[in-house]
Each structure stands twice: as structure tokens, then as C-alpha cells.
């Protein structure tokens, strides 16, 4: 039942894709460019994977015939993705804050309509007769787009806190010890601060790592950087990947080792995979490299080393 759920969903994208309005792969400008030439509008559309509101659309009303026949006749046709690079600045330049957003342009530029709400076949084909009292410029914001937008400026500052926790396991040894590691945990608390693709995360937490021979347990402050290489969706809400490079401080607590150093200084990095846009759950995977020699011996150099993978929650 499975497998035919998964052909039929396949089935079924391709046809909206086959028979669905066709929308030119073009910037911006170049529409613009195109409809003062061809003299017609440029029809915008604003989507994302994870809007169940889009993929309706896409569905059920941009196959209509009649749909298709008014935008070739008098639109250059284009869609964004809202979480693409170039959707990013677009929906800041036109104060995007809904999906999904339809804007139409007249063929010197100005906005002339808009829309954030589904439409229906019939709606949209209401929305998009444009008369010539519509031509001029004319983007102001709803009253439900102005109350979302003051909501996604409260919540969306750049670098706006957030606390989360992190649990985690581990697989570690000391370099030069061969053959001779365990199994560890980690438990960190984090303040969470991201601005667009870029991620502030310090750290303070408890970590357990070392060998058979010498179990170490420490006191580590990691600070968190990261960007995220991908936005889009995950099983139908919005996430990404990122990459995290980690430097991280750490203390020794464990005072039954006297051949080993207190202090301890190395740097993580790894990838993760997050679901969620404020509040997320991500999935972290890391490589921890020991910068420091943690032997108490001077003939002796000894790096801690380990792999993780973990489990964060932002709340």
C-alpha cells in the first residue's frame, strides 16, 4: 500500500507538472524586460515546498484551461521559491510574508495587484483581469499581510535568542592509543541565535569521552557556527541543512587521572539537518579533532578525538 501511495504522489506530480500553468524560467528582470516588449503584465507567484495552500494551487487550479489561456495571452508567467536565495531577497524587497503570494507587475515595473491567499479557479481568474483603473502602482500590504509581517519582525530579528537543549552519544578515543575507545554522552543547554542562513549557537554542557583504560568526563563550552547550504522542505514542513564548524573549551572533572591535563581545546565540524523555522528539531552529526596535547608527560602527545551524533531542540 505503501509503495502505491508513493507512485500514485508520483503520478500525480508529473501530471501537474505536464498539464499545469507554465511558468518561464526567468529572473525578475528579465519579465519585465519580455512583458514591455510583448506588452503585457508579469504575473509573480510565491511558493514553497511546505505550503499546503501552494501545493492546492498547483493542483487544482493552474491546470484550468482558462486559467492557462489568460496568462499566455497577457503574462509573462514566473515563480520563486520562498526559500531559495533569489526568493529571499525578492520577498524582502516586496514584504512577502504569506504564501502564496501572487504579485503582478505592469511592464514599467510597479506592482499593480496583489494576493496572499489560496484562490480558487475562479478567483484567480477574477485576480488576474487587470482593467486599466488597476495600472497603477499599487502595493500595499492587507491587513492580514501587515499583522503577519509585524509577527515575523518580533519573531524573526536577526540573532533573536532562543534556548534549546542538545543530547547526544559519542564514540571517542585518545590518539595514540590504539584500538582503545568508548562509547560516551553529552548533554549541553544552548542559546540559539540565527539571522536568515546564519546560525550563533554557544553552549554549556557535560561531556563524556576518552577510553577503556582512562574514562574522562568534562566540563565543555562550545560555541556553534553554522549556515545553512539548503532551505526547503522536510516531510512537508520547512527545513534545511546546514554545515557547523564548533570551537569548544573544555574542563576536566574527573581529578583521578593525574596524567592528564585540566584544560582541553579542540573544534567540531559536521552537517545537520533541522525541521522547523523559529522552534526546530535537528539532527547533528560531528567530527571532534583535540587541538591540544592532553598528557601530563612531555614525551608523550595525546589529542582526545571522537565522532558524535545528536539531537537538538530549539524552543
Known sequence: MRYLTFIWSFIILIAVNAFGAEFEKLSLQEALNKASQENKYVFFYMTAKWCGPCIKMQKEVFPNDTINQILKDHFVAI???YDSWAGEQLRKEYDIVALPTILIFNSEGKVVKRNARFLNSSQLINFITVNKQESASSNTLSEYEQKLKENMDTRQQPFNPEIGIRLGINRSQI???????KTG????????MESSRVLIRPGIGFVSKGNNLYPL???????DFGFSVYKGAFFGLPGGCRIIGTPHYSFLLNDTQPLFKRNDFGVRYGIAAYIGETSKIELILTSDMGLLNISELPEETKRNQSYSFGVAFTF
Open 79 to 81: 515563480k520563486y521559491d
Open 217 to 223: 568526563h568534562y566540563l565543555s563550552v562550545p560555541v
Open 185 to 192: 554522552f553529552e548533554a549541553f543547554v544552548f542559546l540559539s
Open 175 to 181: 590518539v595514540s592509543i590504539e584500538n582503545d575507545s
